[in-house]
């Protein structure tokens, strides 16, 4: 990802590249104006990893630093983010979130990562 300030310094483009080409395009183009390819679509496999549960966050701002890693992981082209929750009201916050992301076609799918419950994997391409 790549970010341009205009001239004044007062707002921020965000840009990204095409996996296919390497064209640098604009965060909310939906396909390369060079290759045609679907940007929302592609990954390079990889997984963002964020921990919501473990600095004394509230349900709220647990909540808010999930809404931001999977902002911040879309943008990266991730495939995956691992939010790691813990066990407890945080956990139980998270997974209704992600429910209602997944219904709403926001996310592919989710689930906890093999047998620890205190740590969900998220796919979001």
């Keep these: 990802m790549r970010h341009r300030i205009d001239t004044r310094g007062e707002w921020l483009i965000f840009m990204k590249e095409c996996l296919e080409c390497h064209f640098i395009v604009g965060d909310k183009t939906r396909y390369c104006p060079k290759c045609d390819a679907d940007l929302r679509q592609q990954s390079d496999g990889s997984t963002l990893t964020v921990d919501v549960a473990h600095s004394g966050q ?39 979130r992600l429910v209602h992301l997944k219904r709403s076609g926001r996310i592919k799918s989710f689930d906890y990562e093999g047998s620890n419950r205190g740590s969900i994997m998220v796919r979001g391409r």
Excluded: D
């Excluded at 999977?70 to 995956?80: I, V």
């Excluded at 929750?85 to 956990?91: H, N």
């Design 58 to 96: 509230t349900k709220e701002e647990a909540l808010e630093q999930l809404r931001s890693a999977l902002f911040n992981s879309a943008r990266a082209h991730n495939q995956f983010l691992r939010v790691i929750v813990g066990t407890g009201l945080i956990s139980e916050a998270v997974y209704t």
